[in-house]
């Protein structure tokens, strides 16, 4: 029989894990949306972008799939050093991401869904930071 503590941990866990899949979902949905946005072009009609719109996807899987090895939340124990490790790691990319790739403007919906992703995700991750210090101070 798991102890309190135990089942806490397992289900802030699954939470966890639950809202890091709707978060790459939400990316995901705005990269395949993004393909559809031209940006500013002469041409309106233009062919659907799939590659660039797989590229995008692709880097917002792997960036998830980053993020879920350092959080691990299947063994979650509501460690800080996860979460600021995963802050350490999404920061820098949202920074990099802003500077090379969404900062610049009238550029085709796809090009800013990583951008995107990682501000939402670096949101969740603050606040989770935030909880998960509140909490550990509580008990």
Known sequence: MPTT???????????????????WVLG???SVLGGLNPGYTRNRFRPYPLHDVLVVSTIIT?????????????????????????????????IADFVLFSGATDQAGYSYSNGFFLL??????????????AFSRAY
């Open 28 to 30: 995901l949905r705005d």
């Open 5 to 23: 503590h135990q089942a806490r941990s397992r289900y802030i866990g699954w939470l966890l894990f639950a809202s890091l899949a709707l978060l």
């Open 62 to 94: 792997v960036e998830t799939v980053l993020l879920l090895g350092i959080l691990r939340p299947w063994s979650f124990n509501l460690h800080r050093r996860r979460i600021f490790a995963s802050l350490y790691l999404s920061v820098p990319l949202l």
């Open 120 to 133: 939402l995700t670096n949101t969740f991750l603050g606040l989770l930071a935030i909880m998960v210090a």
